[in-house]
């Protein structure tokens, strides 16, 4: 028979008045035989309403939100082929077994299989947006569907008409892994295992932000470890008065980076101390040429004087893993940043080829960047294509901290405030300037062994500064 089918709520037992709460289908779908028009829910059980012919949707007479009963009308089916659904309301368990037989791949024909394959976009679309309307408004259905790379031969279509299925209503028990047939099937696209989504909605249902949530988190996270619990959110108003400060963009996009850096690089910190006893007393014979030459001379310069010339010796420092993360990008240059601290933030300009200019040089250009990062004046490219970066506490305070790696680069060198300290030496304590300095460096691209070489090679030029000469 060919025509239009009225489609109808079947008999559902015991309930009536169900809530509508989600539309698989949309009008102009091919539909085959039992292929779920609609998804049911009652308080005890959700299910979904299959379509007992083949045809394409006509009319779809119901909303989400509506409530139905046995004998409703669903969806009206045109160029149909199939029984009209009048019988199946009430009709008794033995033709309803029947009618589930005809609907078994190979029975339903392939008229149906076609129609369901030719459906597929516009209905994922459909539950797309069904998806995103049930996340303000209603609560998710539950139903089984294959997962965890179960095969697609269990898709609803083929399969028999599943029973209304009871639902854990124990209060305040979370109910594991209920998902739309919709959110499922996205996350089965994403590569996620649903049971490992953390539900938001009732019942703690998951939705489809949860899912995306979910990725999102695996991908800042570097994938593979569970995502932390998201902090309570705690209104520090409720304790004593508050002022409220909107970061600047700059404290935003260095927040972001900041951020990045520290959840995708695995950072190891090497500690060591430097004598700069000697350098202090050359530094201070320098000071009446410094001052001629208008140039301020501090400790930071030789600090990257030694790191330039310690990255000219040890190259995998001055590298960069590639996108792929299987190629280490040696860089033939020697580009240090210097962190400057400003008003609206942290900046890192870029001093280029350090290795190649003195302490008077570096000390000039440092200053002159320092000072244009305070006022603003630096441009995007002064700030790119380190292949290290040097940060200096040492006219602040503190004995060592753990710098956070500038990535894409892999190591960064903390400098804290040299301080005269008693070392023993030939049997005895003798007062020596120590400067700490602490290098934080990317593990996968740098092993410890390598790293408290680097750093001892820098402390030892920064002892003897002719090592420099070598
Ligand atoms: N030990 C002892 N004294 C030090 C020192 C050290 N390691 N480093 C610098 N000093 C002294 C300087 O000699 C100078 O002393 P005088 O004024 O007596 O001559 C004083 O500290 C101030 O130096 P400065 O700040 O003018 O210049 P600088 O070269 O030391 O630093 C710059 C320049 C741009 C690195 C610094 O101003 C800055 O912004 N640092 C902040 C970096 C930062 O915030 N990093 C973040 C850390 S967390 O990642």
Redesign the pocket.
């Known amino acids: 028979m060919s025509g239009r089918i009225e489609v109808q709520v079947p008999d559902l037992g015991e309930f009536e008045d169900v809530d509508v709460v989600e539309i698989l289908v949309s009008r102009g779908d091919p539909v085959g035989v039992e292929d779920p028009l609609i998804v049911l829910e009652s308080d005890k059980a959700t299910m979904e309403v299959p379509s007992s012919g083949a045809g394409t949707i006509a009319e779809i007479r119901v909303s989400v939100g509506d409530k139905v009963s046995a004998g409703d009308v669903i969806v009206v089916l045109e160029g149909a082929e199939g029984k009209a659904q009048t019988e199946a309301a009430g009709e008794p368990e033995e033709k309803k077994g029947k009618r589930r037989d005809e609907a078994e791949p190979g029975k339903a024909g392939e008229a149906d299989e076609r129609a369901r394959e030719e459906r597929k976009p516009a209905r994922e679309d459909e539950e797309a947006r069904a998806d995103r309307d049930a996340e303000s408004k209603r609560p998710e259905p539950e139903r089984e569907e294959p997962v965890r790379g179960e095969p697609e031969a269990e898709e609803p279509s083929a399969g028999p008409r599943r029973p209304p299925e009871s639902v854990d209503e124990t209060p305040g028990e979370r109910v594991p892994a209920h998902a739309s047939p919709a959110v499922r099937r996205f996350a089965r696209e994403l590569g996620v295992e649903v049971e490992q989504v953390e539900g938001s909605g009732p019942k703690g249902r998951i939705l489809r932000s949860d899912v995306q949530e979910h990725v999102k988190r695996i991908v800042r996270t570097g994938g593979g470890t569970a995502p932390p619990a998201a902090a309570p959110a705690v209104d520090p108003a409720k304790f004593g008065p508050v002022d409220r400060e909107p970061l600047s963009r700059l404290r935003r996009t260095a927040a972001a980076n900041l951020h990045r850096a520290w959840t995708q690089v695995p950072h190891v910190t090497q500690h060591d101390e430097a004598d700069v006893t000697d350098l202090e007393t050359f530094r201070a014979g320098l000071r009446d040429e410094a001052g001629e030459r208008g140039v ?1 001379l ?4 030789f600090v990257v004087k030694a790191s330039a010339a310690a990255l000219l010796r040890f190259e995998r420092v001055s590298s960069q893993l590639d996108a792929s993360g299987e190629t280490l990008l040696l860089k033939r240059y020697v580009h240090v940043g ?4 400003t008003p609206d933030g ?1 900046v890192v300009p870029v001093v280029r080829d350090a290795d190649r200019k003195g302490v008077f040089e570096l000390a000039a250009e ?1 200053a002159d960047l ?1 000072g244009r990062a305070r006022s603003r004046r630096l441009s995007p490219g002064e700030m790119q294509g380190a292949s290290f970066t040097v ?5 602040v305070a503190g004995t060592g ?1 753990t ?2 790696v500038n990535a894409p680069e892999v190591a960064i060198l ?5 301080r005269i300290r008693p070392v023993w030496r030939d049997g005895a304590f003798v007062p020596r300037k120590l ?1 700490p300095l602490s290098l934080s460096y990317d593990h996968r691209v740098i092993d410890g062994v390598l790293a408290a070489r680097f750093t001892a090679w820098i402390c030892e030029a920064l002892g003897d500064l002719r090592r420099l000469l070598l």
């Open positions: 301020k501090t400790p930071v310069a210097v962190a400057v601290d942290l440092i320092a940060t200096s506490l040492g006219h901290f710098p956070i903390g400098v804290s405030p040299a400067m």
